[in-house]
């Protein structure tokens, strides 16, 4: 089939409505869909983000009929292979090869083939490469659908017990910390929850910066989420952050959510704010006044320490 062409109107409703549940070959379990359910172009399937059994009979019956399955990497996407007798070929997508294995993806998809792009866990393109290859496929005007399912990104959420109706997903933040308090600082305004990916080994410090950039705020440290010893703690930024160093780093995959600002108290007038700080900085350092201000009006500290260097410098030039 030529570029961006599309099979049968009625495949096209097996396939949207979700008929076309696997069927059995006979050999192994392996699953395939019925002849011609698949019309060309590139499907993007979620997987489980820890359970295997989380997956649909329509993303199984799209992984066992496609023609290929581009994946971040294929030794992960073989255990879901072997748990439900899939056989598909596999051609491995990821930040490194992406470059490179695109042109060949999109020659496959323009000659008429079928592709299933996979992340490791979750909904692909959501922290992988794979916006760029939908990009591409848009761009060629080939056909490009999706088979929606688990994200750790909208567990996370529900899980929380934060506000879910506005939310930025972040992903994840910088290594360094110089680097990592400025995004944070930058994320402050947001009238949302944050949703941030995070290492265990740095989470600690993460959360301690957090607290520092941000403010208080309530937040939610979930891991290991669909699996065996899912675990959500819940608590404010610094009980958490004092938790975790003091306990180390945890096991697992971690997704952190964090509460938007307090409407309440993250509104305070600027003079007000002016007034408070130099009544403080009558008898307190910058740092010190910038900590007692941030934790009084739970405003961001960093935002409160720039105000209060500001602040200290016109006394300084004032009193010369």
């Known amino acids: 089939m030529s570029s961006?062409?599309?099979?049968?109107?009625?495949?096209?409703?097996?396939?949207?409505?979700?008929?076309?549940?696997?069927?059995?070959?006979?050999?192994?379990g392996e699953s395939k869909p019925p002849a011609g359910l698949l019309p060309p172009g590139l499907i993007l399937v979620a997987t489980p983000i820890g359970n295997a059994a989380d997956i649909s009979a329509r993303a199984l019956a799209v992984l066992a009929g496609a023609n290929m399955v581009a994946c971040e990497d294929t030794r992960v996407t073989a255990k879901l292979f072997a748990v439900h007798g899939l056989v598909t070929p596999m051609l491995p997508y990821h930040e490194h090869n992406a470059r490179s294995q695109r042109p060949k993806l999109i020659r496959r998809l323009k000659d008429g083939e079928t592709v299933a792009l996979v992340s490791d866990a979750g909904m692909p393109t959501i922290s992988d490469p794979g916006y760029k290859l939908v990009a591409a496929c848009i761009n060629e005007s080939i056909a490009v659908s999706c088979i929606p399912g688990a994200s750790a990104v909208t567990t996370a959420l529900a899980l929380s017990g934060l506000p879910t109706d506005r939310f930025f997903f972040q992903g994840f933040l910088p290594s360094k910390k110089p680097k990592r308090r400025r995004v944070l600082s930058a994320l402050a305004a947001i009238p949302g929850s944050l949703v941030i990916m995070e290492s265990a080994k740095r989470l600690a410090t993460m959360l301690a910066d957090a607290?520092?950039?941000?403010?208080?705020r309530d937040a939610?440290?979930?891991?290991?989420?669909?699996?065996?010893?899912?675990?959500?703690?819940?608590?404010?930024?610094?009980?958490?952050?004092?938790?975790?160093?003091?306990a180390?780093?945890?096991?697992?995959?971690?997704?952190?959510?964090?509460?938007?600002?307090?409407?309440?108290?993250?509104?305070?007038?600027?003079?007000?704010?002016?007034e408070m700080l130099l009544e403080m900085l009558a008898n307190a350092s910058v740092r010190d006044a910038a900590n007692a201000i941030a934790a009084e009006t739970r405003l961001a500290r960093r935002t409160v320490y720039q105000r209060a260097l500001e602040l200290n410098k016109e006394l300084s030039k004032n009193s010369r």
């Open 4 to 28: 961006g062409s599309r099979g049968p109107s009625s495949d096209r409703t097996l396939l949207a409505t979700g008929s076309a549940a696997p069927e059995s070959s006979g050999r192994g």
């Open 211 to 216: 607290h520092q950039c941000l403010g208080i």
């Open 220 to 246: 939610a440290v979930t891991r290991e989420l669909t699996k065996r010893f899912e675990e959500v703690r819940r608590g404010s930024l610094d009980e958490l952050a004092t938790h975790y160093a003091e």
């Open 248 to 274: 180390g780093p945890p096991k697992g995959e971690v997704t952190v959510v964090i509460g938007p600002p307090d409407s309440t108290t993250s509104e305070i007038d600027p003079a007000a704010l002016d």
